[in-house]
């Protein structure tokens, strides 16, 4: 895959104020991957798990966590923070994309029209039904940091005439979510210390349609915005032209998130193309998969740097592990890597032991967190010089 | 089931030097559960976890672990205590008790002959041989701190002939043992900071047995001894009777270890005769089938006692601790209650998520050891008074 290195000039000056975003939980420095907490965990670990793996905010999931354990059990249980011992910032997603992979998948389990979305998933004894209303006053309930308006995603490969109809049901539902924030806001006294609220820009992989959308999106006015739709074509290569479109009309001093991008080439290639927040499930996933990230060298090295073979898997089953008392990657801090030796990793795994998940994802994790300490400083120097 | 209060005095006024065990990984406090690793790890728990939890030491097994990851990859990675990150006191069970679970099981899987142990477990390509030398001496290269000597197991409802058998392998597999061990400690310079030795009693339900056995294996000499066979009869209860015997042959300055018993109400039977070590998978079994372990009152209020309903179970997946915003257990000072509400744990539980099997392991453990300090605060009373 090509690497763009900075030196090429595609990394833009980031505005100094783009380094962070306050929220109520906190300051997030940026760049920040957020792994996804779905149904309020990061699966295998634990929030000091994370923590610890320097993470500074989370992902949750709307859809999900109204299904399971039920928004009333959310309240119930204190909102999201205190229910997960997450103390800093959470995102929690609309809910459009989980609906549009659903139904997708299968027709049968829901539909979306101009009013909202309604799943019934196979199963499932009672139906889920999103509005733009709904969809914000639930995010407010779970106590979020980051509320996204609820979009109507699309795949790239759609029809024209379903990118259409997307881009105009995203925009009419982000300007209804916009409005229902303001009532809440008010409603719950929350103006001085209010969440921030990300619009998600759709359009698929047409030039056209994404400039409309993201034109109406900013007239509109929201904290951030997401680069909304499947980032990867059919072959899982990411659309970099349609991304790095989307990033130059998203002004730079407004935070761009990419969302769903998790894989470690494409976060470092979004990052250098201005995209500042990424989720996706995918480094905790390789986790419990066994395919773990190792940096090709020691990244605390001076003349480290994320150009040609920066980084590889390491599967943690191979057999030339068996014996190996070293950490996964050169000079890892990680919990897992400055405790455990890759041997034993490996035996755990071979056992089907569910420590393994735990002891991989950290690792992973805390590979995340270092790249978005090593793409901060690349962009630091490049801005400087 | 009947709870003997120590106002009826079956409790053994214990001597001051039995409170504690000098072992080369520190000092353990007595009385001690010790859960079990069979493989290298607590299940669902790392080192950290345990050590977090008030556990002080570890029960792993020379049978499973020359299987898995096998004997010389635990030499490559340090041995035991390098290999699992766990510094304290570790005992590795013989294999005795699993080589007669598994051939009991089914016949064909192994033999046992005078000379020692042969299994093949099912699926598995290759033999695997212990003698009670080969047992020692893979203990020792282990670095296990407290070694257990090569017993011959058998059920309580085994023939005369059987216990008869039993206890004549089990004494000259004692001494061949205990003579291995003198070579071995000779070899590898450790006398001046040798491991442990433990010897097990064995003798079914037959109190002539058990004397013969301990008598003989007491003249032979060891650090300390074990209660050998399965301690319970067929209807699950504890076999009282036996267990207080053998209790009786073995003087009270010497440490005796109730193999297998993890029950909470039978680990506080045995303690009060004077028991002073458990080991069971049952608590972190348990945990990970969602059976939580609860005192009925804060242990830490000076009223509370070990009398009556003391402890109960709390069954997490019960639809009452859906919206359950208390720790499991009252008062509760471990990792998982003072961070995560019962709520929030049958949630975890009900979508599968294997962070569940940790945050329930660790309070069970807890529990565990919180029990032991309410033991040794009762003991204490007792002898002083």
Redesign the interface.
Known sequence: MRIVSPARGILPSMPAHLNALATRHGVLPLPAFLPDAT???V??????DVRTAGVRALVMNTFHLMQ??GS??VQ???GLHA???WNGPIMTDSGGFQAYSLIRRNAKQGRITDQGIVFQPEGAGRKFQLTPEKCIQLQLAYGADIVVCLDDCTHVDDSLAEQHASVRRTIRWALRCKQEFARQLAMRRLDDERPLLFAVVQGGGIPELRRECAEALLEIGFDGYGYGGWPLDTQGTLLTEMLALTRELIPLHLPLHALGVGHPEYVATCARMGYRLFDSALPTRDARHGRLYAFTADPRDPGFRLADRWFHYVYVEDDRY??A?TPISPGCDCYTCT???L??L???Q??G???F???ATIHNLRFMSTLMGLIAAETTVASAS
């Open positions: 149904f309020g965990t699966r295998a670990a634990d929030a000091d399971k354990p009333s059990t119930a249980l204190g229910m997960t011992g068996i014996k008392d405790r455990y030796s041997g034993y490996h035996h755990l071979a056992i032991e569910t420590l998940y735990r002891l």
